[in-house]
């Protein structure tokens, strides 16, 4: 079985992560967070949906997710590139290519 069918298995199966519906919300986070030049900046974007993440049922299943996928962005209480957690605070350099989906 490929990691793509892996990663959309397990898509279908986080049924109640708390952003649920936030798609809109999650991409400006994810989009300020990528948009971010300093540490601090990244770490502020982040936070809100960090937040969100902090009490998700979901959150084991979606880092699963995030690395079959090779994901970038937010997911799981951390930021991903390309299915590898990064810190919240890491500035993504715009060189690195990016794998980001909206959920």
Known sequence: MSRAHL????????TQAACKG???????CENAHAAATTPAQAQAAAAPAMALCAGCPEVTQCAARAELDSYTGLAAGTAWVNGVRRPPAAVVLKSEPSQRRAG
């Open 7 to 14: 990663a959309r298995q397990l898509t279908a199966a986080i």
């Open 22 to 28: 936030q798609s809109r919300w999650w991409t400006e």
